[in-house]
């Protein structure tokens, strides 16, 4: 542990003995090095792979000839279990005009959840069915309408944007949009309720990939639904 700034910091030591004249071991010489950051990196590396792979599965998941909700399910699954979140969820964005009686107001609603087993299921919260972006986030809307991710921990939001945060218990939430025939669809989630981790921008790129294969998916369900009537 750095004594200044309390960090844990790992080092690999290099030991050997010292002799005298007369060929006894008086004690020892030890050269250290500190492999912080090389394990930090080895780390990353090893959870790139782990999330490429989790990417793989999910889109073999979504590719089932299955309805829409036993496709998604496993995929949510798949990812929430790679990135030791606690929380994979789907919102669908939807107008609404009742809010101002003239002009269609953004919302965007939870379709579908997978919770670990450290988690509380939200799927069911009223709270979460009706969510106009003008009152809890327009810089979200913004961000993702763009195509853009948002990530951020709960220190570092605004008051209207962390009580929401604060009533699941979230310290960590990752925004990946969908998009559906070029047009904002809505978004996958990912809660971490557990710590304030700090998303990279490899898993934002990877999870990037994950959000347009449900997109797809979703843009299938459509046609075949159309097809079908």
């Avoid at 998604?72 to 789907?90: F, H, K, S, T």
């Avoid at 379709?111 to 670990?116: A, I, L």
């Avoid at 570092?156 to 949009?177: F, G, H, K, Y």
Wanted: charge should be negative; glycine fraction near 6%; proline fraction near 6%.
């Amino acid at each position: 542990i750095d004594p200044v700034t309390g960090e844990q910091r790992w080092y690999a030591s290099t030991k050997v003995p010292l002799h005298n004249t007369a060929g006894e071991i008086v004690g020892l010489v030890g050269i250290g090095r500190d492999v912080t950051e090389r394990r930090r990196t080895d780390a990353m590396l090893q959870q790139r792979e782990r999330l490429l792979a989790a990417v793989a599965a999910a889109l073999s998941a979504l590719l089932e000839p299955n309805p829409l909700p036993e496709t998604i399910q496993p995929a949510l699954a798949i990812l929430g279990e790679a990135l030791d979140v606690d929380r994979v969820y789907i919102f669908e964005n939807f107008e609404d005009g009742e809010e101002d009686g003239e002009q269609d107001v953004l919302f965007t609603r939870q379709r579908f959840e997978w919770c670990s087993v450290r988690a509380a299921p939200q799927i069911d919260n009223p709270q979460l069915q009706r969510i106009p972006y003008f009152q809890f986030s327009p810089r979200w809307r913004t961000a993702l309408a763009k195509g853009a991710s948002v990530a951020e921990t709960l220190n570092t939001l605004p008051p209207t944007e962390r009580a929401l945060l604060e009533s699941q218990n979230v310290r960590a939430i990752l925004l990946v949009p969908i998009h559906v025939n070029d047009l904002f669809w809505g978004l996958i989630g990912f809660d971490d309720c557990h710590a304030e981790r700090v998303w990279s921008a490899s898993e934002e790129q990877i999870l990037s990939a994950a959000a347009a294969a449900i997109g797809g998916a979703l843009m299938r369900d459509r046609i075949e639904d159309a097809l079908d009537t």
